[in-house]
């Protein structure tokens, strides 16, 4: 069996869009972390469980694993700056940034949604952590939001598909 380079392997999965969140935490050592992810989606309806990756050696994991509770703040199509700070190294990544306390962990100001967790289980899974969670509380934001989406290495939004086209 040959090995898989890469560069292909991202180009060839940045086919398929993937919603962007930012996971938020209270840090017990101090204030809000947070940091941005687009490999998130649900596991199980019953018990409520989702599921993230984080790279290993991750800054910001620590904070967020000694926390226990986390929060996943759906971003709208509006926050690609969001996406782009959250993923930033070396930075006040909440400079500037809006957002409210909540049980969790930090919700940001005009999500999509906002998802309370509690890690549940943690899985190596090569140079990631796959992180389980369980679903602790569910927010909707504003009905006519629209998802921030990852697609082949740009950021863009969800449309609808029309028929007439």
């Given at each position: 069996m040959g090995t898989i380079d890469a560069t292909r392997f991202r180009q060839t999965l940045g086919?398929?869009?993937t919603g962007v969140v930012?996971?938020?935490a209270t840090d017990p050592l101090g204030g809000p972390v947070g940091m941005a992810c687009n490999s998130f989606t649900s596991v199980s309806l019953d018990p409520a469980l989702v599921l993230f990756c984080v790279k290993r050696g991750s800054?910001?994991?620590p904070a967020v694993q000694a926390a226990g509770a986390f929060r996943v703040n759906v971003l709208d199509r509006g926050h690609e700056h969001l996406s782009r700070q959250f993923a930033a190294r070396g930075v006040d990544r909440f400079a500037g940034v809006r957002w409210t306390p909540a049980p969790s962990g930090p919700r940001l100001t005009d999500v999509v949604a906002s998802i309370g967790c509690e890690v549940e289980a943690e899985h190596?899974?090569?140079d990631h952590v796959i992180v389980v969670a369980r679903?602790?509380?569910l927010e909707i934001g504003e009905p006519a939001a629209e998802p921030l989406v990852f697609h082949r290495g740009r950021y863009g939004s969800f449309a609808e598909?029309?028929?007439a086209r």
């Open positions: 086919h398929l869009p930012v996971i938020t800054s910001t994991w190596p899974g090569g679903v602790l509380s598909f029309d028929p």
